[in-house]
């Protein structure tokens, strides 16, 4: 186990986790924060759902993805150590949300190209790993580990709640759900934030402060260019081109 100053428990595949990892990042730099970079899986979380009337199409091949890049990360970390989850989550986020999307995201068989060998080894390459561990995406004996660090994450929550979680000062320091952004703040805001966020959650009496989503995530992998503001009706519709 570590001994960071914070955990963050992560599923690839969030765009909203992806942001908010983003953020965590400057945040580092500015406090000297160490961070142990954690696995929660959408896929388990919804195990017991069912996607076809909870979750617009596609949803449910893409959080399959997550559990499949998650494997390799587990086994990344097993054979590598602790320290190399870090760039290789900041590899795939980048892959994953700040280039420009593919035309499409799933192959004849529907299978979200994300949990494939051909989009991971380059990814791999990329961070010094060996293309070896593309050998994780198929194996389920990754899984329980997963389960366990997902059921982790949830116990500090409760669980309704999705990704990221954010553990700050383990064993005994506070945790939380999010916070859900969908913008990067600049370096001075990022550090306001976070103290506003944890001042919050410090606060034993606190439950919940939300309001509905009011933009996309500004990302361009989901297809908002820079210095773009996308709506939630464009992100819908965004998901609506790539089925045909």
């Not at 994450?153 to 064993?171: C, M, N, Q, R, Y």
Request: glycine residues 8%; proline residues 6%.
């Amino acid at each position: 186990m570590s001994d960071a100053d914070l955990n963050f428990y992560f599923d690839p595949v969030c765009p909203f986790a992806w942001i908010t990892s983003k953020w965590v990042r400057l945040v580092m730099a500015e406090r000297d924060y160490t961070v142990d970079w954690r696995f929660i899986s959408l896929r388990q979380v919804n195990a017991d759902v069912d996607y076809a009337s909870h979750f617009p199409p596609q949803y449910e091949t893409g959080h399959t993805a997550g559990l499949r890049l998650l494997r390799v990360a587990a086994a990344a970390r097993a054979t590598q150590g602790r320290a190399c989850v870090g760039p290789l989550y900041a590899a795939m986020g980048t892959r994953l949300f700040d280039e420009e999307p593919s035309a499409t995201e799933h192959d004849e068989e529907g299978l979200d190209h994300r949990g494939t060998s051909t989009y991971v080894a380059p990814i791999l390459a990329g961070v010094g790993l060996p293309h070896s561990l593309v050998e994780a995406l198929d194996d389920d004996s990754w899984d329980s580990e997963i389960r366990a660090e997902t059921d982790e994450a949830l116990s500090l929550t409760g669980k309704d709640v999705g990704t990221p979680i954010i553990h700050f000062e383990p064993p005994h320091g506070v945790a939380f759900f999010g916070p859900v952004i969908s913008r990067l703040p600049d370096r001075e805001d990022a550090v306001a934030l976070w103290d506003h966020v944890v001042g919050l959650t410090r606060f034993h009496g606190f439950a919940e402060l939300k309001r509905s989503l009011r933009e996309v995530p500004q990302l361009r992998g989901l297809g908002v260019a820079d210095g773009q503001v996308g709506t939630v009706e464009d992100w819908h519709a965004g998901h609506r081109r790539m089925q045909k």
